[in-house]
């Protein structure tokens, strides 16, 4: 009872350098622990029932006060220079952490905690905060198939998409792959990580994602805005998911025709065309991958010549060929 008395007193009394005095975490547990042995020996016992009763409310109090520090101190940071981010978010970061003692399972301090670790670069303990919030959104607040829409969701994406940034930064490409493979799991048509995916490893699976995505988020541009009539064939020309398929398309066209596929790099380049005639980089692959078609077709087209010419052999040689038949001679 004394020591809760004097703790209510410090904490309901003080400033904000109470509020997050890590110490009166460590003396509420100790009146705790004691309120328990005392119910161990008598389970009824009023007094520590009562005392426990206070504990649970001064320790929301206190949860309150140490998030809505938290979230003053991350706002701040925000709006602030470098010089004093840092600071801000050290400090945003203990109040998060100690009303997270108090209450672990509060999704919005977990989430808010991550988004402070992935600004001081701390991702692996941005995605292990994300995966925690995840976790109890989905157990508690979240429908069967409705996960992409939780928040906790979309900041662990954007965890492992910083990641992958991070790594790419640092020219470590095999981390950076796995961190947007890890971002791709969790949402499979996620424009911005397929298209970092292909900057790093292009494939013709990726350009075939990326077109059929902007194909589709061009329908809902195209619908959304108003400037474009049917007076304006070309008016979707500034569309960033036009602007996105022609350089995909362009982009396919050029892996094709790396891998020699000139007739597929062809149908590319001319897709491209369509969106964007005056595209001057597909113009010049479509010739250059047309010039290539021809040749190879040239060539094979010789090829076959020469291989009916070696199988139709001259008379002369299909009766040299011939054995004569030997005349006995009778003796």
């Known amino acids: 009872d004394d020591i809760f008395r004097k703790v209510h007193s410090i904490f309901m009394h003080g400033n904000e350098r109470i509020t997050l005095n890590k110490k ?30 206070k504990i649970e409310k001064l320790k929301q109090i206190m949860f309150q006060d140490r998030k809505n ?20 978010l050290d400090q945003a970061f203990l109040s998060y952490s100690l009303a997270l003692r108090i209450n672990p399972k509060d999704v919005d301090a977990l989430n808010d905690l991550g988004n402070i670790q992935c600004l001081k670069k701390n991702f692996s303990d941005a995605i292990k905060n994300f995966n925690e919030a995840l976790a109890i959104e989905i157990k508690y607040n979240s429908k069967p198939g409705m996960e992409k829409e939780l ?4 900041n662990l994406i954007n965890a492992y998409i910083e990641q992958a940034k991070y790594f ?15 971002a791709q799991h969790l949402d499979p048509n ?14 013709i699976e990726n350009f075939t994602k990326i077109i059929q995505i902007n194909w589709e988020a061009l329908g809902d541009e195209m619908k959304s805005n108003t400037s474009s009539t049917k007076s304006e064939p070309l008016a979707e020309k500034g569309l960033k998911s036009h602007q996105a398929l022609v350089a995909a398309y362009s982009g396919q066209a050029d892996l094709y025709q790396q891998q020699k596929k000139y007739k597929e790099a062809i149908d590319s380049y001319t897709a491209s065309l369509r969106l964007d005639p005056d595209n001057k980089q597909a113009k010049k692959g479509l010739q250059k991958a047309a010039l290539e078609s021809k040749r190879n077709e040239i060539y094979a087209y ?12 001259p008379a002369n040689d299909i009766k040299s060929s011939l054995i004569e038949p030997k005349i006995l001679k009778r003796s």
């Open 69 to 88: 520090l938290g979230n003053q101190f991350y706002k701040q940071a925000l709006a602030s220079d470098e010089d004093n981010r840092q600071g801000l």
């Open 302 to 313: 010789r090829t076959r010549r020469s291989s009916n010419k070696e199988n139709k052999k």
């Open 24 to 53: 009166l975490d460590d003396e509420l547990d100790k009146v705790i622990s004691n309120y328990n042995i005392a119910l161990m020996f008598n389970p009824n016992d009023q007094r520590a029932l009562a005392g426990l009763d």
């Open 151 to 154: 928040i906790s969701h979309k």
């Open 190 to 203: 996620n424009i911005t990580v397929i298209t970092a995916l292909n900057n790093l490893q292009p494939s």
């Open 168 to 182: 790419t930064q640092q020219n470590d490409l095999n981390n950076a792959t796995d961190s947007y493979l890890a």
